[in-house]
Every structure is written in C-alpha cells, then in structure tokens.
C-alpha cells in the first residue's frame, strides 16, 4: 500500500503490516477522541516510517492512507478521522 504522511511525501507499506497499523490507528483515535493531546502523538507516523520505503521525491502515485503531518495538533487529527478512522479495514 502507499501511505502520504503529509508534508513528507509517501511510502510504499507491505500490506501485511495492515493489521499492526490499524491497532496504532485506533489507539490515535482513541486519544483524539478523549482530547489526550500527549497520547495521540505520532506512534503511527513513527511505525509507518520505519515499516515504509519512501517513493522517488518526483513519483506521484494514488495513496491508499494520508496520516497527518508530524506536527499536527488533535483538531487537525480529528479533522482527518472519519468512518473507519485512517487505516482502511
């Protein structure tokens, strides 16, 4: 799968790592919803960036996920959490 972290640029995901980044999504989600602004901090951004392999800078592919920029605050991140949350079940 390809993943935008937004303001990085995108990453090609293996999919099997689908399930291990869903718990990440809703442990965030969980923390945007309680207003825990030190919790929902990037545990999922970090994860995707050590599973990923980032795209060429000049390739733009169709992205399966877009996760918020690192600097994000919680009103940003609940914008972004919609339905199923950012992962995709």
Do not use: C, H
């Not at 923390?31 to 795209?55: I, Y």
């Not at 920029?69 to 991140?77: C, F, H, M, R």
């Amino acid at each position: 799968m390809i993943v935008r972290i937004l303001g990085e640029g995108q990453l090609q995901v293996d999919d099997s790592a689908t399930d291990e980044l869903n718990v990440l999504d809703a442990a965030l989600e969980k923390a945007v919803n309680a207003g825990d602004e030190r919790a929902f901090r990037p545990a999922l951004l970090d994860r995707v960036r050590s599973l990923g392999s980032p795209l060429a800078e000049d390739a733009i592919e169709p992205s399966d996920l877009i996760l918020p920029y690192a600097d994000a605050d919680l009103e940003d991140v609940r914008e972004l959490i919609t339905g199923e949350g950012l992962i995709p079940g």
